[in-house]
């Protein structure tokens, strides 16, 4: 599957679903979590058992809030629930609570990067306008099994914030950027988890396409609840061809709301504009509107934290980091906080940590069975910078520091501690290893290097190396081997 | 005002079959009453309801997961249940 | 002495209970029997699980020996409308749909009545889902007045009038979403309080409409009625619309010869039968006569409150009862096929005609092409209301007028004409749209059928309300007032 033609240009806007980080649900204190027995996180109000009332879930809101804080937007002084009246079996009231004229948040924008032409390279940043996000709650789940269906409720009620984008997206590609992004910053807020697997992230993608330089937009379909990052660009590839196909064999586009077979990577339709479905959308009588306080928002504010790319901005910019280890390390809120810990301790070197964090340290967190988290990380970040403080410093070679590192993920010992056990330490007594460099040099073994050396052969010196090194156990600097020999030998 | 009353339409919204006599009956008596609703139509009104109430967070849930019916209850309360679930007859995709 | 029981008042049967003089046993038992020798003309509950009653009652009794009464209502019967959830008793709305259902849960109101010590006691009957105001509604038994057994009792909380006025129980719970409790109170001699709206919390009330829904307490005596109303009313955080007394007092308070009564413009012309009219100008006359300062005040948008109450009342109702479908609870068709065509059947079967007709009327309003013509009108006429009544009760303490234009009609009279039914509501209604407190008194006549006037007040009244009540009860011979059965 290609990308649009280029006299086409596809235009496409989303809506993300995301389930919120609360405990209980959204308008009910039913718990909710994965991997529980179907409808064992269901209580009356859940069920929409007769009587029953909706109240707002505080973490919820904030949570909401905190989303918008995150992207810029505007947290109006008020925000209001409306009724979705519709009826499905997974829908237990058959309506929804959601919010249609009153939303928690309004405007803002996430910052994208597109890949670039290699992964050293750092590709193009844009911005992508978030029209609005509002706070609503999920519904149940349908399996079929023999003739019949069956209705699971725990899903029912758990906090959902739908957060809609302006049609700025223009390819595949920036569609996939977008929801990585915001996977990011939703995840290193704390707002949500985004677990595809889990189903806490879903899409709804709208896609139209038009003649490059033409102002206005063309018929968009909507595709309904794609449930991964692959899904969403799968679509948007898929969608696009199809239209460029039809609108170029001279027929028109039918808005139509469609739906996607992952397994068999087709989409077909839902329905069309004609069994649009008449919401009958009013404000909730039993949810007053709700007042959010200045100072609710300000404390939230508080919480928001760097952004992923001001961040990796810091890191290249300021910090003289390269791109590379700087995009594997802000991905994860984490590890970059691990990072910053460990240059905290050993400001000189930033590149030095990051190179040892971004490979070594990652890499033996994941290669070890079970994989551990960076939670359970044997070495602590100011232990890892003794490590490279001991490099920069000369005490150990760059080989050593290997080793050392080895073995501080396997003990959780300290760097310094290990030198020592392991009498790695190099020798830096000039005093002593002048006499043995003179004592080498007197060799008569090593005259013909000698005088290669003096005639202008610069490697001829490596030559002398080894027999000093061989003397001293290894231990001597290399450095400082170095230097002392070219004194030595004028 | 009462154009376009489709009682055939409101009833599929509703979820509701009608007999013949049925429609024919309520859409007499909903013409009727929709009739005496021209008070509303004509009435020199404010320009907007925004009379509400509001609230400020205190009068929010705390994120305290509380009790739940059991799975046994649930089913219990349901016309028909299988395996824990409520069995209703086959969906077919988007059916609403 | 078990033969008077029922004649007494409820503050009178908590003073004897409190001195021993009989046991709340004594009291259910008497009240059971009585039960079982009139509910069938009367049709007041569709349904008293005895056991459970004298359960309740013999729990009392043991707390009382104990010294760990709870209060003014230990022991004592207050009968439920059937739109209340109580944990393991029916909550059917007298509604085909909900027959099925038990509830597991209890309402909020149920918690404070357990919480009084009270005995909660049978299933009132009512109009299906509170949409009626003659009780004719019900999908299960027909309630008749006490007064005439022709005639219907009011509605929707038909059966909580019957039942006090034919002296099957002291106390009962009604709602009220357009004068649910004040119609039936005032065709049944009984008084009924429509609380401020959010005084008492609806969680656990089955929801008609739920912007303009309040509980409220209803009995033979203006007095029993603040006992109850004072166990009610409470804050609570499962109501988001709740705020509860807000520390006032819901007791009758102040000197009820200061209030200042306005009287409506021309609302006894407006189809008052005339000894409607001659019992509420005498009720009029007793408090001028009294020192209040009576005065006519306006309100211009009174022709508006029936068109958009329905309007209001409807869409909220036909979204509020979306969710019986046959799903998860209640009655499910034998109409397999699809699950909307399950759902159709099952609503279609399980729905009264009145149900019906309010659901399409609300579908309607809200349905795309005509909710601004309609709805949202409504909501801007509704806001209208309000503040001409908020503007006339700033110069006046309370708004009095007939609770009903005419006595209790005949038992299938007005069957057939649904909006000369409405019409019944137009006194009653403006209280709702305004969420504004409002109480019907006994006052009179006609013939055999009791007459009631009506009082509105400013949001959390009650006790003015309640302290004009009392001295029009005082002053006349309608308190505790049974029909001879």
Request: glycine share 8%; aromatic share 6%; hydrophobic share 40%.
């Amino acid at each position: 599957m290609s990308q649009a033609p280029s006299d086409w240009e596809v235009v496409i806007g989303l809506e993300v679903h995301v389930q919120l980080r609360t405990r209980a649900k959204v308008f009910a204190s039913s718990p909710w979590g994965f991997g529980k027995e179907p409808n064992e996180q269901v209580d009356p109000v859940v069920l929409g058992l007769p009587g029953t009332l909706p109240v707002v879930n505080r973490e919820a809101v904030e949570k909401a809030v905190l989303f918008g804080l995150v992207v810029g937007a505007e947290i109006p002084e008020r925000c209001a629930w409306d009724r979705k009246n519709y009826f499905y079996p997974d829908n237990p009231k058959n309506y929804q609570l959601t919010q249609k004229d009153f939303p928690v948040v309004v405007g803002g924008r996430v910052e994208i990067e597109l890949p670039g032409p290699s992964r050293n390279v750092m590709g193009e940043h844009r911005f992508v306008r978030i029209h609005h996000a509002h706070l609503e709650e999920d519904v149940g789940k349908l399996s079929h099994a023999g003739g019949g269906s069956l209705v699971d409720y725990n899903r029912a009620g758990v906090p959902l914030l739908e957060i809609v984008t302006e049609p700025d997206l223009r390819s595949a590609a920036e569609a996939e950027a977008f929801l990585r992004s915001l996977v990011a910053m939703l995840t290193q807020a704390g707002v949500a988890d985004c677990d595809m697997e889990k189903g806490q992230l879903r899409c709804d993608c709208n896609v139209s396409v038009r003649r490059r330089g033409d102002a206005r937009l063309g018929t968009r379909t909507e595709t309904k609840n794609l449930n991964s990052i692959s899904s969403v660009r799968d679509t948007v590839l898929h969608e696009t061809a199809r239209q460029v196909r039809e609108l170029e064999a001279g027929r028109s586009i039918t808005q139509e709301t469609r739906g996607w077979n992952a397994e068999l990577a087709r989409g077909y339709v839902l329905r069309d504009k004609e069994d649009a479905h008449d919401y009958r959308y009013f404000p909730d009588p039993d949810i007053p509107a709700l007042r959010i306080s200045r100072e609710t928002v300000a404390r939230l504010a508080k919480q928001v934290p760097e952004n992923l790319y001001d961040r990796q901005r810091r890191y290249v910019e300021k910090l003289g980091l390269p791109y590379t280890a700087a995009s594997v390390l802000v991905n994860d809120r984490a590890l970059a906080e691990w990072f910053e810990a460990a240059v905290a301790a050993h400001p000189a070197n930033p590149s030095g940590v990051a190179n040892l964090v971004a490979n070594d340290l990652l890499r033996d967190l994941s290669a070890a069975v079970p994989p551990i988290p960076l939670s359970a990380c044997p070495i602590r970040p100011a232990s890892l910078a003794g490590l490279v403080k001991l490099t920069d410093e000369g005490v150990i070679s760059k080989q050593q520091a290997k080793e050392v590192f080895a073995e501080m993920f396997s003990t959780g010992n300290e760097a310094a501690a290990i030198v020592d056990a392991k009498g790695l330490r190099q020798n830096s007594d000039t005093g002593e290893l002048e006499k043995i460099i003179r004592e080498v040099v007197a060799d008569p073994s090593v005259a013909k290097s000698i005088a290669e050396y003096r005639a202008g052969n610069e490697k001829a010196i490596n030559a002398l190396k080894g027999p000093i090194m061989k003397r001293t156990q290894g231990k001597a600097n290399p450095g400082l081997v170095d230097q002392l020999l070219r004194r030595i030998l004028g | 005002m009462a154009e376009g009353f489709d009682i055939d339409h409101l009833a599929k919204l509703a979820r509701l079959s009608l007999t013949a006599e049925e429609k024919a009956l309520y859409a007499s008596q909903l013409g009727q009453v929709l009739g005496h609703f021209q008070a509303l139509a004509k009435a020199d009104l404010p320009a907007t309801a925004d009379d509400a109430r509001v609230v400020d967070e205190s009068a929010l849930r705390s994120d305290e997961p509380g009790p739940v019916l059991g799975v046994e209850a649930v089913t219990r309360l349901a016309p028909a249940s299988r395996d824990g679930q409520i069995s209703v007859p086959r969906v077919v995709d988007d059916e609403s | 002495m078990a033969d008077a029981l029922h004649e007494l008042s409820a503050a009178e049967l908590g003073r004897r209970l409190a001195s021993g003089a009989f046991t709340s046993r004594a009291l259910c038992e008497a009240l059971i029997a009585r039960h079982r020798t009139l509910n069938d003309k009367v049709g007041a509950f569709t349904h008293l699980d005895q056991a459970d009653v004298l359960a309740q009652a013999d729990a009392s009794d043991v707390r009382r020996k104990a010294g760990q009464g709870r209060g003014p209502l230990e022991g004592i019967p207050v009968g439920i409308k059937d739109n209340i959830a109580v944990k393991g008793q029916p909550l059917t709305c007298s509604s085909k749909m909900l027959a099925p259902l038990v509830s597991p849960y209890d309402s909020h109101v149920a918690e404070r009545l357990r919480a009084a010590g009270a005995i909660l006691f049978g299933r009132l009957n009512m109009d299906e889902f509170a949409m009626g105001s003659s009780t004719e509604n019900s999908a299960f038994r027909k309630a008749f007045n006490p007064w005439d057994l022709e005639r219907i009792p009011g509605g929707s909380s038909g059966g909580s009038a019957a039942a006090l006025a034919a002296g099957l129980v002291p106390l009962a719970l009604g709602s009220d979403t357009g004068g649910s409790i004040r119609q039936p109170a005032s065709h049944c001699g009984v008084v009924g309080l429509k609380p401020t709206y959010g005084l008492i919390s609806r969680f656990g009330l089955v929801a008609f409409a739920s912007s303009l829904d309040q509980i409220g307490p209803m009995a033979r005596s203006v007095e029993d009625c603040a006992l109850l109303l004072d166990a009610l009313a409470s804050a609570d955080a499962r109501d988001m619309t709740c705020f509860g007394p807000s520390g006032r007092a819901l007791t009758p308070a102040g000197d009820a010869r200061k209030l200042r009564i306005g009287v409506p413009k021309g609302f006894l012309g407006k189809g008052v039968a005339t000894e409607v009219a001659a019992a509420v100008n005498a009720a009029v006359e007793f408090y001028r006569s009294q020192g209040c300062a009576v005065s006519e005040v306006e309100l211009p948008s009174a022709d508006l409150a029936v068109p958009t109450y329905y309007v209001v009342a409807t869409a909220e109702a036909s979204s509020n009862l979306g969710r019986y479908d046959g799903v998860r609870y209640g009655h499910r068709s034998a109409v397999s096929g699809t699950p909307v065509e399950m759902m159709t059947a099952s609503r279609s079967e399980g729905f009264g005609p009145e149900v019906k007709r309010r659901i399409l009327l609300g579908t309607f309003v809200l349905s795309a092409g005509y909710a601004d013509a309609y709805y949202v009108r409504a909501l801007r006429a509704r806001a209208k209301i309000r503040a001409e009544y908020l503007a006339a009760l700033s110069g006046v303490d309370v708004l009095l007028t007939p609770t009903v234009p005419t006595p209790a009609f005949k038992v299938g009279e007005k069957a057939a004409d649904p909006l000369q039914l409405y019409l019944e509501d137009v006194f009653t209604i403006p209280a709702n749209l305004a969420g504004l407190p409002a109480i019907s008194v006994p006052c009179g006549a006609s013939g055999r059928l009791p007459v009631g006037f009506h009082l509105v007040g400013a949001p959390l009244s009650e006790s003015k309300l309640l302290a004009a009540g009392r001295l029009f009860e005082d002053a006349h011979g309608y308190a505790h007032q049974q029909a001879p059965l």
